[in-house]
């Protein structure tokens, strides 16, 4: 099986021992600390409780600096952008410096230019246009997983699994609105790679992906530190 799984209660539980888990990985840390946050409902109520006044002041927001491994190509105010699902949850309520803050860009510009554009964020924020298999771009990756086992926005059968050189991506004609994802070269340049899931529908996804090899997107996700499958009763294979 692939990955250390860790099964909490409920939802909640999960969110809850997940936000204490990043916050003590922070606070652990020496130097600036990157968090490479995923999009959808999962995340959400984890980025609320690191929010609250118990967890926050603890946090180092002053050190903390987060990106996002898939962005919809939708303004930053709508409904859909997981980079406004997560400042409404999180930033919008805490000290964190907004120079920390990496957000994909995504008006006034093509997906294939602002996947250029985050491209190149990523790359001045670590320093090369190489990553080194022993110097991790993120300290931690928060993923998702979808009923057909994608990750991030990488899809089954799509050419962007295969990428190799590029760390950014856009992703046309899979989902209504285009789409801005990491490929698995930044994805797995990561030194704890978290995959978060709850609830009985995910159950057999789970275990396909921690049990078929390189079959489905998910299970191509090798970070050079740990993976973890974080799930819910419900969720646990």
Request: proline share 7%; hydrophobic share 40%; with cysteine.
């Amino acid at each position: 099986m692939s990955g250390e799984l860790r099964v909490f209660s409920d939802a909640e539980a999960l969110a809850r021992e997940t936000a204490h888990w990043l916050c003590a990985k922070a606070r652990a840390a020496t130097g600036r600390f990157a968090i490479c946050c995923s999009g959808g409902s999962t995340p959400k109520r984890l980025y609320e409780l690191l929010g609250q006044r118990d967890i926050a002041a603890q946090f180092p927001w002053e050190r903390a600096h987060w990106f996002w491994g898939d962005e919809r190509f939708v303004p930053h105010g709508h409904r859909d952008s997981n980079y406004g699902m997560t400042r409404r949850a999180l930033l919008a309520h805490v000290p964190a410096p907004p120079k920390n803050v990496h957000a994909v860009p995504t008006e006034g510009l093509t997906p294939e230019q602002s996947a250029s554009s985050y491209e190149q964020t990523l790359r001045d924020y670590y320093g090369g246009a190489t990553l080194d298999p022993t110097r991790p771009l993120f300290d931690v990756m928060l993923l998702g997983i979808g009923d057909d086992g994608h990750t991030a926005s990488l899809f089954p059968g799509q050419p962007t699994l295969d990428e190799t050189q590029r760390w950014v991506a856009a992703v046309i004609g899979v989902k209504a609105e285009a789409r801005i994802t990491l490929t698995f070269p930044a994805l797995n340049s990561a030194q704890a790679a978290v995959f978060l899931v709850i609830g009985d529908r995910k159950r057999d996804v789970v275990r396909r992906a921690r049990s078929a090899g390189r079959v489905l997107p998910a299970a191509r996700v090798k970070p050079i530190g740990t993976l973890y499958w974080f799930v819910d009763r419900a969720a646990s294979p």
